[in-house]
């Protein structure tokens, strides 16, 4: 949508712009703003210096068009883009929700089953030596869940990787590899 505006205002506006000594330029350079000032004082088009602008615009009708024409295929790229976005979000949860059941769906220490408080664990507390073995010239190495899920499906679900929620995942890296819901009963048993 073009929005109607005045043109003598946008052009005392580019003046003081152009004139300024201090006016820091940003997208067309200096010498372009002017070419811009000097066109629209003439009455000609700001974009092309060919034709007379149309009235309350700096472009001929002309340029007008081509605008409108780039700004509709501007918004048609970007619906291109959401939906292949969409997609591969969808894609990279049905990975996810694979892994998940394959796993049991469920934390293997407290028993949650909300799929967002849910992730991977390495049972011999490896993780770290194992990704930086499995993923060390891998470009998305660091980017989120989504390489580890597809890693564990390639392989066939290896054994070494269980289902842990958060808590208890960061609970047991806190805890020196042990789920503090694991530690509860020896504590009370070792109080007696």
């Given at each position: 949508m073009v929005i109607n505006f005045d043109i003598?205002?946008?052009?005392?506006?580019?003046?003081?712009?152009?004139?300024?000594?201090t006016h820091y330029t940003t997208g067309r350079s200096r010498d372009s703003q002017r070419l811009w000032l000097k066109r629209l004082e003439a009455g000609l088009c700001g974009r092309c210096g060919r034709k007379p602008y149309a009235?309350?615009?700096?472009?001929?009708?002309?340029?007008?068009?081509?605008?409108?024409?780039?700004?509709?295929?501007?918004?048609k790229v970007v619906r291109i883009h959401d939906r292949e976005r969409v997609k591969e979000k969808d894609r990279r949860r049905r990975i996810k929700l694979d892994v998940f059941a394959h796993y049991g769906a469920k934390c293997a220490c407290c028993g949650e089953t909300e799929e967002?408080?849910?992730?991977?664990?390495?049972?011999n507390n490896d993780g770290a030596a194992h990704r930086k073995t499995v993923f060390k010239n891998h470009k998305n190495k660091n980017k989120g869940s989504t390489p580890i899920h597809l890693w564990i499906k390639r392989n066939h679900y290896p054994d070494?990787?269980?289902?842990?929620?958060?808590?208890?995942n960061h609970g047991k890296y806190l805890n020196g590899g042990i789920c503090p819901h694991q530690m509860k009963p020896q504590i009370l048993f070792s109080a007696c």
């Open positions: 003598s205002a946008a052009i005392e506006r580019l003046r003081r712009k152009v004139n300024s000594p009235s309350g615009h700096g472009f001929c009708q002309e340029c007008l068009d081509q605008q409108k024409l780039r700004n509709r295929s501007r918004r967002l408080f849910l992730s991977m664990d390495h049972k070494s990787f269980q289902i842990l929620c958060h808590n208890c």
